[in-house]
């Protein structure tokens, strides 16, 4: 397996990275071959040899992982930020949020992605600032990590890049899913503009944060958008209009009557 991923085949060096996960007790010489596979210039090899990292005993495997943090080798950092993500634990978070000033975006953008999957929710307010940065794959890989850890501190954050002029494509669909996912009532006047956006899936999460956080000034707009059929990844736009419309009326139903019963 060690020797596999020196392998020449992309598929061979991927599988043998694959084999080294499922033991967390790795030898040595195996756990240093995956920290030099962290490097592989096959993404999905990288992808694989963190994840086998991730797996080990966090003890043989954090303190040479947060020193590649400083690799000279980007890709060897990018990957080194993804195991030290799934690995997670404070002494992760710790070691992942001194090096979020990395000047490479896209090393950037994995440590963010990682302190997101590290799921620790203290960790947003850390994040906001990067829904700012110039490069757009770390505001979006930020938008991710901030629906992931669901802290409602980010709602302002999020609900503005949503509706930032100019804003990409992927960011906008991040910052809206992340508003489905963490939903909170000040969002709502950036999910109703996001009602319209160009793009269909983007509305889509917009209706979906709206049926679970947004007020009765949202069915209008969630009304006009049921004759949406423009296919999403789950149905289609019109669908998640409906569905928001049916939170909307059952959250509507729940307050009605607890005001009742006091």
């Known amino acids: 397996m060690i020797a596999g991923l020196g392998a020449e085949q992309p598929s061979t060096r991927w599988l043998s990275a694959a084999a080294l996960a499922r033991n967390s007790q790795r030898s040595p010489e195996a756990i240093a071959a995956l920290f030099e596979a962290l490097a592989d210039p096959e993404e999905f090899v990288r992808w694989q040899a963190a994840d086998a990292l991730a797996s080990q005993e966090p003890g043989n495997v954090y303190p040479a992982l947060s020193e590649l943090l400083e690799s000279a080798n980007p890709l060897q950092r990018q990957g080194a930020a993804t ?28 440590i ?3 302190l997101g999957e590290g ?3 203290t960790v947003a307010e850390t994040l906001l600032p990067l829904l700012a940065d110039d490069d757009p794959d770390v505001r979006r890989a930020a938008a991710g990590a901030l629906g992931r850890l669901g802290n409602p501190v980010a709602t302002v954050g999020l609900a503005e890049a949503l509706s930032a002029p100019d804003q990409p494509l992927l960011v906008r669909r991040a910052a809206a899913a992340a508003l489905a996912r963490t939903p909170h009532p000040d969002a709502e006047p950036a999910l109703l503009m996001a009602l319209k956006d160009p793009d269909p899936q983007v509305r889509a999460y917009a209706s979906r944060a709206l049926g679970q956080a ?8 969630l009304q006009a958008l049921k004759a949406d059929r423009t296919p999403v990844l789950r149905g289609s736009v019109g669908d998640a209009a409906q569905e928001a419309l049916t939170m909307l009326e059952r959250r509507g139903r729940a307050a009605r009557t607890g005001e009742g019963g006091r």
């Open 112 to 114: 963010v992605e990682a």
């Open 119 to 121: 799921g620790d929710p």
């Open 83 to 110: 195991a030290l993500g799934r690995l997670g634990g404070e002494a992760s978070a710790l070691a992942l949020n001194r090096r979020l000033s990395e000047p490479d975006p896209a090393v950037r953008a994995a």
């Open 214 to 221: 947004g007020a009765d000034t949202a069915v209008a707009a």
